[in-house]
T-cell receptor, first 114, second 117 residues
Framework: DTGVSQDPRHKITKRGQNVTFRCDPI?????LYWYRQTLGQGPEFLTYFQNEAQLEKSRLLSDRFSAERPKGSFSTLEIQRTEQGDSAMYLC????????????FGPGTRLLVL | AQTVTQSQPEMSVQEAETVTLSCTYD???????LFWYKQPPSRQMILVIR??????QNATENRFSVNFQKAAKSFSLKISDSQLGDTAMYFC??????????????FGQGTILTVHP
């Protein structure tokens, strides 16, 4: 039973560069969520997919952020023109609509923007 | 808007003792779920326990149990026989119950629990 996986686990980039993260949810899960977590804080919601449809985007998700889930399986989160304030842990979670909204989290991608 | 409050930034406990972490929340929903997640240092967020609001019985998972007081909107986590591996940050979380935000989790600020040998 494989859990949620994320790639890469760590990313260091220079300000202004673009980065892309990937999330592979648990195979039968139709819902996928992205969260951002800064040090010592709880995760904050970024965006949510049900199958391939992106149903909500947080106001935290500026125009530089885009997320896709093209075939309702894996998802990508891209940040364009990164800023130092984007440094954080980006968490992906997935759930199955018959399992009481329980979300299972991946290990996260830690982004550091220099 | 839903809010989740954890009023204890840090807690500590001796190994084998019992500790209780507090969480309060605010919602206008009647049927919902509540979750406790554990995040060990530099490691993955793990589900600890889940409570369904329409069930009067408090959830229990081995050494972990909750005290759910629906009227008071309180959801505390009790850890019995604490172990060194319980050292982690603990988050209380509450999902949106409907609409396009269905399932979106709102997290509390977290409580850092340290178990001492």
């Amino acid at each position: 039973d494989t859990g949620v996986s994320q790639d890469p686990r760590h990313k260091i980039t220079k300000r202004g560069q673009n980065v892309t993260f990937r999330c592979d949810p648990i195979s039968e899960h139709n819902r996928l969520y992205w969260y951002r977590q800064t040090l010592g804080q709880g995760p904050e919601f970024l965006t949510y997919f049900q199958n391939e449809a992106q149903l909500e985007k947080s106001r935290l998700l500026s125009d530089r952020f885009s997320a896709e889930r093209p075939k309702g399986s894996f998802s990508t989160l891209e940040i364009q023109r990164t800023e130092q304030g984007d440094s954080a842990m980006y968490l992906c979670a997935s759930s199955y609509d018959l399992e009481a909204e329980t979300q299972y989290f991946g290990p996260g991608t830690r982004l550091l923007v220099l | 808007a839903q809010t989740v409050t954890q009023s204890q930034p840090e807690m500590s406990v001796q190994e084998a003792e019992t500790v209780t972490l507090s969480c309060t929340y605010d919602t206008s929903e009647n049927n919902y779920y509540l979750f406790w997640y554990k995040q060990p240092p530099s490691r993955q967020m793990i589900l600890v326990i889940r409570q369904e609001a329409y069930k009067q019985q408090n959830a229990t998972e081995n050494r972990f149990s909750v005290n759910f007081q629906k009227a008071a909107k309180s959801f505390s986590l009790k850890i019995s026989d604490s172990q060194l591996g319980d050292t982690a940050m603990y988050f209380c979380a509450f999902p949106n119950a409907g609409g396009t935000s269905y399932g979106k989790l709102t997290f509390g600020q977290g409580t850092i629990l340290t178990v001492h040998p």
